[in-house]
């Protein structure tokens, strides 16, 4: 019987090394998995504040356009060009009702006007877009974290927010 009981300690001892190994292996595998998605996130997080630094960069808010037919958009008279120049940064006065091109002036800044106020809705609303997607990814995320369906993450976060408040 002292052969059978060594035996089945010298098993008993084998199993608990090999869960002891297997377990550290576990462990070594999820912090490298956490460190891999640590930097999957930055490089995604890099790569989109590149995007959006380009995108700043290369959006043109003077609201000028390559379409040339448009009247708002054509170079502007020579003896009109000096007042623009010398007052930019500053509003440009309106013209009184004596000067020459008065309505061609207002007409110009009207037009301009206009497609600037159009460029910066197609802004924001482009802008909106991208917040309705992190809005989606984050309650994705919620929703795997808490092992509850993507339609009831808003019920969960709401009452875990009160229980949280409640806390404090």
């Not at 989606?136 to 408040?165: H, M, Q």
Request: aromatic residues 2%.
């Amino acid at each position: 019987m002292t052969a059978k009981q060594k035996s089945l300690n010298q098993t008993e001892q084998n199993v608990r090394h090999a869960t002891r190994s297997l377990a550290d292996k576990r462990q070594q595998m999820q912090r490298s998995q956490a460190s891999l998605a640590e930097l999957e996130q930055n490089k995604l997080k890099s790569e989109k504040l590149r995007k959006a630094l380009s995108a700043v960069d290369s959006h043109n808010y003077s609201g000028r356009s390559d379409d040339t037919s448009i009247s708002a958009f054509r170079t502007l008279a020579s003896h009109l060009a000096p007042q623009i120049t010398a007052s930019r940064g500053k509003d440009i006065p309106l013209p009184s009702s004596g000067e020459p091109n008065a309505v061609v002036t207002l007409r110009r800044r009207r037009d301009w006007e206009t497609r600037i106020s159009q460029v910066l809705e197609q802004r924001v609303k482009s802008l909106e877009g991208e917040g309705l997607d992190k809005e989606l990814k984050y309650r994705r995320l919620v929703s795997v974290c808490t092992k509850v369906p993507v339609d009831k993450v808003d019920g969960v976060s709401l009452t875990t927010f009160i229980r949280v408040k409640a806390d404090k």
